[in-house]
């Protein structure tokens, strides 16, 4: 028995799973490449219509107002003539005298002092007379400040100037040493003997620091025998 008249069983048709990855990839491709071109568009031009969040709209900028001439132009006319002027009549006039730029004034005497040093002073004496106590650890200026008549004046007694390279500058007031007499005064300088030459100086004052004598210089010894300066002022007649 012949089987030619038998078909064969028909083939299988195989599905292609990979075109239809293929194609989808594409699809996903294009479609980024279409994304990215509208975001650039977006981007560069932040306008465009189909943008659903354009920007706001700017109001329009608002310029200087352009300057014009209001005021108008001042014209010269073409020639200009001067007024003519009235020269008055030479009067004669007289010559001013001339004065001195400077007149001198006479020179300042100042006021002589009232007190001057009585004849016989500055002397010296020994502290063992006025000051037993202290022997010969002692130094001073004293003496007497008397009017015209010999009485006793109440004034200040300075002592200014330097001692061994120290500075000295006491104040007394006249009256306060009667062992010295009427108007007695008495002014230390030091616990012992110094010599000294013209380094200090006694003056007269008046209550305001006036001066009211002479500035005398005077000496010092370094002798227990001669460690009392004595300088006595009076006033003159």
């Not at 560069?44 to 109001?59: A, D, I, K, R, S």
């Not at 010969?136 to 200014?160: E, I, M, P, T």
Request: with cysteine.
């Amino acid at each position: 028995m012949s089987l030619d008249f038998i078909d064969e069983p028909k083939k299988k048709k195989r599905s292609h799973p990979g075109v239809v990855w293929n194609l989808l990839s594409v699809l996903v491709l294009l479609s980024t490449l279409c994304l990215l071109g509208a975001f650039m568009l977006v981007f560069v031009n932040p306008y465009v219509g189909f943008n659903p969040f354009p920007p706001p709209t700017l109001p329009p900028v608002i310029g200087f107002p352009t300057p014009t001439a209001t005021l108008p132009a001042v014209t010269l006319p073409p020639t200009w003539t001067p007024s003519p002027t009235i020269t008055p009549p030479a009067t004669a006039t007289s010559i001013p005298t001339s004065t001195p730029a400077f007149t001198p004034t006479p020179a300042f005497t100042p006021t002589p002092f009232p007190y001057e040093l009585q004849p016989g002073t500055p002397s010296y004496t020994t502290s063992k007379i006025f000051h037993s106590a202290q022997g010969c650890h002692w130094l001073s200026v004293a003496g007497q400040v008397l009017d015209a008549s010999g009485k006793a004046v109440v004034v200040n007694v300075v002592v200014r100037g330097e001692l061994a390279g120290t500075p000295i500058e006491v104040v007394t007031i006249s009256g306060t040493a009667a062992q010295f007499g009427p108007g007695g005064f008495e002014l230390q300088l030091a616990d012992h003997p110094i010599v000294s030459q013209h380094t200090l100086y006694v003056q007269l004052a008046d209550p305001n620091g006036l001066p009211l004598s002479p500035q005398v210089y005077f000496d010092t010894h370094d002798s227990c025998d001669e460690n009392i300066t004595l300088i006595n002022f009076r006033l003159k007649p």
